[in-house]
């Protein structure tokens, strides 16, 4: 489970940086679906990764979007077959003022 304990009032639906940027509180009240599984389990390993246990938003690299593509294009399981469509769809990317 992610604590989500940060305000996100100062984030807008864009990115612009090259970076995704994603609202965890919006992630988490995503309909439950094969794709929220998986892109919630790769973000719940970064997190352990960088021991960053607080945040109400995530960065996720170029590398890490190039390894959902895989993940979702590889997987039987998931029915959109693109991960930067299905993202798209979710209203879930943010970025800084």
């Known amino acids: 489970m992610i604590h989500i304990l940060a305000p996100a009032q100062e984030l807008t639906a864009a990115d612009s940086s ?4 994603y609202d965890l509180r919006a992630l988490q009240g995503l309909p439950q ?3 929220k599984t998986h892109l919630l389990s790769y973000i719940l390993q970064i997190i352990r990764e960088r021991g960053d246990w607080k945040g109400a938003v995530i960065s996720l690299r170029a590398s ?3 390894n959902l593509g895989r993940i979702f294009s590889a997987s039987q399981e998931i029915k959109s077959h693109s991960y930067l469509e299905w993202i798209e769809k ?3 990317t943010l970025q800084k003022n």
């Open 64 to 66: 890490d979007i190039e």
């Open 90 to 92: 979710q209203e879930i």
């Open 18 to 21: 090259g970076r995704h940027i």
């Open 33 to 35: 679906s094969t794709e």
